[in-house]
């Protein structure tokens, strides 16, 4: 049976087709879920894709992160299950705290929306798997307030257990130590700034985002 | 009684503040002299029913904690007044 893959739609989401076409791109199947669905039963991995979630008032991600499947969502990761927040989506979980540390506005107040070169640091998570360390992909950058931030303490955590996923070659928002995606201690809840679904075609530019989506699925086949 | 709660939410020391600092910049630039820092954040002002001051504030602080303010990069200053 194809692996089945959860795409979370909140108000003001505006990626969720992008994700869909990208994992149907991988042969998987895909299926939009509502933010006031409770469940998600039947489905492989979760993608919380990008967008204004609510707006984005108050803070990206402070308000989505109290819709009623964000229950299901935190369940769902701490079962082991794989879950991938792509821009506005590693900002709601951030918010929720499935993920530590926060996204500021970015340095110089510019919002970016251009193509960045990544490194991947760690393999260990769910969307890098398949990646190797150190190689470099070209995925594109779409975001206001992409600049992580989180305490010295967290960020000695991170780096002591292999959870920075990937890394900016160059900074472009002034996010600590480079970090352009992070994971939770197990490796299974992922959320980067840059849109892998957007580099999933030479004809968008960029294929290097299908080896950080294979690797999602390869995760969830797993189960 | 109803209380009006003011919830000022702020960055916290040592967080980067890019819209302080750009206003923080752009002020000499407009003449203003003797500008020695500028520091952003919010204001929220909630009213709200309680039996007293004491939970009022708690009240507020509960809310700011949990929603108005992330506690990851900012803190917030609350003063309670009854209506």
New interface residues.
Partial sequence: MATTVGVVVFPGTNCEYDAVQAMETLGAQARLVFHSETSLSGLDAIILPGGFAHGDY??PG?LAR?SPIMDAVSRFAAEGGPVVGICNGFQVL??ANLL???L??????TFLCKPATLEVVSTRSVITRNATRGQHLNIPINHFSG?Y???IETLRELRDQDRVVVRYVENPN?SLDDIAGISNEAGNVVGLMPHPERASSELLGSADGLVLLSSLLAAASVG | MRYNARVEVRLRPG??D??GA?IERALPALGFDGIASVKTGRCFNVELDASDLEAARSHAAALADR??A?P??EESIIEVTPL
């Avoid at chain 1, 500021?104 to 107040?109: E, I, T």
Wanted: net charge positive; aromatic share 4%.
């Fill in positions: 108050l803070r402070a109290f951030c918010e530590p540390g926060a500021q506005k970015n340095r110089g107040l600049s931030t989180c305490s002034g | 967080i980067a890019p819209e750009t929603l108005l992330n990851v990069i």
